[in-house]
């Protein structure tokens, strides 16, 4: 599937999971004017919007929230710490429907910059939901990865984010441990 085909609300799901990179410790949201700059560049919030520290550790919490959800639509455990701490964040969240061209939205209730940003992301689960693609948004199944991707197989099969990268990886380390493992046998 060409990249544009990939709905909108999902690949700003899909970057906000990666905007930190477990394989190599790379956190894009390194401070809070860096969380602005995201949420500006997407239209979740106006250029002369302000956060904290305090916004940023939550955004955090919200998206490392997110990765877990994603780790559950690959068929795996999700991590529950993750989605508790996420859940706390989104909990305080004033947040409303409006109805509007097309339907209804999530808007938010409260003025806060952090709680418009946030609020866009959850309107956007809202949408990817109701299109049925939300369980097609995944993280990779290599343990070190973790990389959010949108599942574009036919069947919703895939588990890693590339073929070339992860799963070349995996499926070599498996041949590996095949190949030991019939070596004690002999």
């Not at 929230?65 to 701490?85: C, P, S, T, Y």
Request: proline content about 5%.
């Amino acid at each position: 599937m060409a990249p544009e085909a990939i709905p909108a609300e999902v690949v700003l799901l899909r970057d906000f999971v990666n905007s930190y990179e477990p394989q190599v410790d790379d956190e894009t949201l390194d401070r809070p004017a860096a969380l602005r700059d995201w949420f500006v560049a997407r239209g979740l919030l106006p250029a002369s919007a302000r956060l904290a520290a305090a916004d940023l550790t939550a955004a955090r919490a919200v998206r490392e929230g997110i990765r877990a959800m994603l780790l559950e639509h690959g068929g795996h455990e999700a991590v529950g710490a993750a989605i508790e701490a996420g859940n706390r964040i989104l909990a305080g969240l004033p947040v409303r429907a409006a109805f509007g061209p097309g339907g209804y939205r999530l808007v938010p209730a409260g003025d806060a910059a952090i709680e418009r940003a946030l609020v866009g992301l959850l309107e956007a689960i809202r949408q990817a939901t109701e299109a049925h693609t939300w369980p097609r948004l995944k993280v990779c199944d290599r343990d070190t990865c973790r990389w959010a991707y949108y599942d574009t197989s036919r069947n919703q099969s895939r588990r890693w984010c590339s073929m070339a990268g992860c799963g070349n990886h995996i499926k070599m380390k498996r041949a590996y441990a095949a190949r030991v493992a019939r070596a004690d046998t002999d």
